[in-house]
């Protein structure tokens, strides 16, 4: 099974915020993608609350135990495409349009990446 995280996971895990943290801390071992787009709205968000050398090293962290995923064209035109058919963030978008691209599960918290009917598979994070 392929993993991928979005920010909300990530950020679940540096804050240590169960029942999430847990899970995505097991999921590190499988070296789950996340999207470099997700990987960057990470950055930040800690650079608003840390440092900027406390931020760039969880970020380097988490970096060595995911397999991050630059975006090309066709993994933008198709974040581009979710986003204007569905209710989220552009960084969602990349998220979303990731784990379509690996036929992987995202793994979220994020009520918009959790709506009923979407076309990617979640697993949600908050139970």
Not at 15 to 30: L, N, S
């Amino acid at each position: 099974m392929t993993i991928v995280l979005d920010s909300w996971a990530v950020l679940c895990l540096l804050q240590g915020e169960e029942p999430g943290a847990a899970r995505v801390e097991e999921a590190m071992a499988q070296r789950p993608a996340i999207s470099w787009i997700n990987l960057g709205e990470v950055l930040y968000v800690l650079l608003r609350r840390l440092d900027t050398a406390e931020a760039n090293e969880a970020v380097r962290d988490v970096r060595a135990r995911t397999a991050p995923q630059l975006p090309d064209e066709a993994l933008i035109r198709r974040a581009a495409a979710l986003k204007a058919g569905h209710s989220m963030s552009y960084a969602d978008a990349f998220a979303a349009a990731t784990a379509l691209a690996h036929d992987a599960e995202l793994w979220t918290g994020d009520p918009e990446l959790l709506a009923a009917g979407v076309p990617w598979r979640t697993v949600d994070l908050r139970t």
